[in-house]
C-alpha cells in the first residue's frame, strides 16, 4: 500500500506568485540544483542523515516535493555553523528574489533592530529568527507601524504615549489553513504592545478623537469666517462707507419723447400697411439715439453748457469728478455714465436720463439734449426734401426756357415771311382764285354766245376775249403766290410750312412745361410727406430729491459680487488642491 504524500499549503500574493511564475522558466532549475547541492552537503555532516534517494518520507514533516525550492516558501533552516555566510548568500541570491522582497526584506530587518550590511544578509538574520520576510503577515506588521508613527507625528498637542495599542494580525483559520504565525522574540523592546483595551481607555481614546476633532472643527470655522471677513466683509464695508458717506448726490431728469413723419393722403399695396406706424421711423429713431449718444454731442453740450466743468468741481467725490486736464476721453466714459438713452421699439419712444449734480443743470443738459435731437431730425429729412425738389424744379425752369424759344421762333418767322397767320392768308387767296375762275367761266360763255352768231359783233368779240386772257394771267399770278411766290418773299407753301412746324414745336413745349408744372407739384407734396418731426411725450422737470447713489441696493450688488468672487476663487482653489493631492 502507497501512502500518498503530504504537502504542506502556503498561501502567497498575487505579486508573488505572478513573479514566481516569472521567475519559473528560467530560474527554477537553477534553484533546485543549488539546493540540492547544500543538501547534499547538509546530510553528509549530519548526525542521523536521511536517504536522498527515496522518493517519498513517512516523516510529517515531508511537503511531498523533495528538494525543490518555491519563491516565498519557508525555508528549511540548516543546522547552525554547517555553511558559510557567504555560501548563504549565494543560495539567496539564487533565489532571485525581487527588489521590493529585498526592500521589504531590509525593511524589516530595520524594524526588529537588526543590523546587516545588505539585503541578502538581512534576508538570512530574519530566517534565522524565525521570521519569514515574504510573508503577509510581516507586511501587515509594516504597515501597521507606518500607521502608528503617522498617528503619532499628527498628534503633536497630545502626550506621548508609549505603549500604544497596535492591532496584531492573526490567522484567519477560514481563509488560510496553512497560514503560519511567525513568532517575535521576547528581546524586542519597541514593539506594539499587545496589551487589550479596557473599556475606560476606549472611552478616554473616544473623548479625545472627538476632542480632536472638535478642535479642527473649530479651526477650519474660524480660519473661514477669517477669509470671509478679509475678501467679503471688509470690501463690502468700504463700499457702503463710500455710497452712504463719501459718494456725491447726483439728480437725474427723465424725458420722453419719439419722432414722427407726415401722414400720408393715400397709399396704396404693401406699402400702405406701414405708413403713420413706428416701423417707418424706426431707422430715424436709431439714429438720433446714436447722435445723442455720440462725442459731438458731448462737445457741443460741453461747449454750451459746459459739461466738463460741472464735473470738475472740487465738490465732486473723487471718483466722480473729473481731473483739471481731462481728456476728451475721459469726459466721454463719464457722459455716457451720466445720459442714459433707451429706445422701445414697441412704442417708437425713446427714453432719456440725463444725472447732473445739480437739479437745474440737469433740466437744462435735458433741454439742450433735445434741441440737438431736433437738429439732427431736421438735418436727416432737409436733404431728402431738397433732392426731391431739385429735379422737379430744373425740369420745369428747362422745359419753360424751351416754350420761350419756341414763341420766339415763330415770331421771328412771322416778321421775316410777313405773314401774321399763314391759314388766313391761304384763305384769302383761294378765295380770289374761286373769284377770279368764276369771273372767267362767265367771259367763256359771253364769248362762245357771241360766236354763235352768224354775223358777231367782231368788236365786242375781241373785248369778251380781252377779258378771258386777262383774267387767265390774274389767274395764274394768284396762283404762283401760293408756290413760287415773289422776290421778296418765298411760297405761302413754304412759309406756312415753317411757320406750322415753329407753332408745333410751340405746342409740344408748351406741354413739357405743363408736365414739368405738375411733376413740381407732386414733388413739392411728397416733399412735404417726408417731414419728420420731434414730439415731446413727457417734458423734463426738474427733480427736488437726489436720484443717485442708491447706497442699500448698491451695497448689497457689492456683497454679492465679492461673495461670488470669493465662491469661485475657493472652488478653484479646492479643484487644484485636489488635482495635486491627486
Do not use: C, W
Not at 505603549?163 to 496553512?178: F, I, K
Amino acid at each position: 500500500m502507497t501512502i500518498p504524500p503530504k504537502a504542506r499549503l502556503y498561501r502567497t500574493s498575487r505579486e508573488e506568485s505572478v513573479l514566481a511564475v516569472n521567475r519559473a522558466g528560467d530560474s527554477a532549475e537553477t534553484a533546485r540544483k543549488v539546493q540540492i547541492e547544500l543538501r547534499k552537503r547538509t546530510t553528509s555532516t549530519a548526525a542521523a542523515p536521511a536517504p536522498d534517494d527515496m522518493p517519498f518520507a513517512d516523516s510529517a514533516s515531508d511537503d511531498g516535493f523533495g528538494d525543490m525550492r518555491f519563491p516565498g516558501a519557508t525555508p528549511t533552516p540548516p543546522a547552525p555553523g554547517q555553511m558559510s555566510i557567504e555560501e548563504r548568500i549565494s543560495a539567496v541570491r539564487a533565489e532571485n528574489l525581487t527588489d521590493r522582497q529585498l526592500r521589504m526584506a531590509r525593511r524589516i530587518a530595520a524594524m526588529h533592530e537588526i543590523d546587516v550590511a545588505s539585503d541578502q544578509e538581512a534576508v538570512i538574520a530574519l530566517r534565522d529568527r524565525g521570521i519569514d520576510p515574504f510573508h503577509r503577515a510581516s507586511v501587515s506588521k509594516i504597515l501597521s507601524a507606518e500607521g502608528a508613527r503617522a498617528q503619532a507625528q499628527n498628534q503633536d498637542a497630545a502626550p506621548a504615549r508609549t505603549n500604544m495599542p497596535v492591532p496584531t494580525p492573526r490567522p484567519n483559520p477560514q481563509r488560510g489553513r496553512g497560514t503560519e504565525i511567525v513568532p517575535i522574540p521576547p528581546g524586542s523592546t519597541k514593539l506594539p504592545s499587545r496589551e487589550t483595551l479596557t473599556e475606560d481607555r476606549r472611552a478616554a481614546e473616544i473623548i479625545r478623537i472627538q476632542q480632536d476633532i472638535a478642535r479642527r472643527r473649530r479651526r477650519r470655522l474660524m480660519m473661514l469666517a477669517a477669509r470671509l471677513v478679509a475678501f467679503v466683509g471688509i470690501p463690502t464695508l468700504v463700499a457702503a462707507y463710500y455710497y452712504f458717506v463719501v459718494a456725491t448726490p447726483l439728480y437725474a431728469t427723465f424725458s420722453q419723447f419719439q419722432i414722427q413723419q407726415a401722414e400720408k393722403s393715400s397709399a396704396g399695396g404693401l406699402g400702405g400697411l406701414f405708413s403713420g406706424t413706428q416701423l417707418a421711423t424706426n431707422p430715424d429713431s436709431v439714429s438720433v439715439q446714436s447722435y445723442l449718444t455720440s462725442r459731438d454731442a458731448m462737445l457741443r453740450l460741453d461747449t454750451d453748457l459746459g459739461f466738463k466743468r460741472v464735473f470738475q468741481d472740487p465738490a465732486i467725490d473723487p471718483i466722480l469728478r473729473l481731473s483739471p486736464d481731462a481728456s476728451n476721453e475721459e469726459t466721454y466714459k463719464l457722459y455716457k455714465n451720466s445720459v442714459k438713452i433707451g429706445y422701445d421699439p414697441t412704442e417708437g419712444l425713446l427714453n432719456m436720463e440725463v444725472i447732473a449734480p445739480d437739479p437745474r443743470l440737469s433740466q437744462e443738459f435735458s433741454h439742450a439734449l433735445i434741441e440737438y435731437a431736433e437738429g439732427q431730425v431736421d438735418q436727416m429729412t432737409a436733404r431728402l426734401r431738397e433732392d426731391q425738389m431739385k429735379g422737379a424744379i430744373e425740369s420745369y425752369q428747362d422745359a419753360e426756357a424751351k416754350v420761350l424759344d419756341a414763341q420766339r421762333r415763330v415770331q421771328t418767322l412771322q416778321q421775316q415771311l410777313g405773314v401774321l397767320d399763314p391759314v388766313a392768308e391761304g384763305t384769302v387767296i383761294m378765295n380770289q382764285i374761286a373769284e377770279l375762275e368764276r369771273q372767267l367761266a362767265t367771259k367763256r360763255l359771253e364769248l362762245g354766245q357771241l360766236e354763235a352768231n352768224a354775223r358777231p359783233n367782231q368788236s365786242r368779240v375781241a373785248g369778251v376775249k380781252g377779258d378771258v386772257s386777262r383774267l387767265q394771267a390774274m389767274l395764274e399770278e394768284t396762283r404762283s403766290q401760293l408756290t413760287e411766290g415773289n422776290k421778296t418773299r418765298g411760297s405761302l407753301a413754304t412759309i406756312s410750312g415753317e411757320i406750322r412746324i415753329a407753332e408745333s414745336d410751340l405746342l409740344t413745349r408748351q406741354e413739357l412745361l405743363a408736365a414739368a408744372a405738375a411733376q413740381m407739384e407732386t414733388a413739392r407734396i411728397e416733399a412735404n410727406k417726408q417731414v419728420r418731426y420731434l414730439s415731446l411725450s413727457v417734458a423734463p422737470v426738474a427733480p427736488d430729491e437726489a436720484t443717485y447713489p442708491k447706497a442699500f441696493q448698491n451695497t448689497i450688488v457689492a456683497f454679492l459680487i465679492f461673495s461670488g468672487i470669493y465662491l469661485m476663487l475657493s472652488l478653484t482653489a479646492s479643484i487644484l488642491r485636489e488635482q495635486v493631492s491627486s
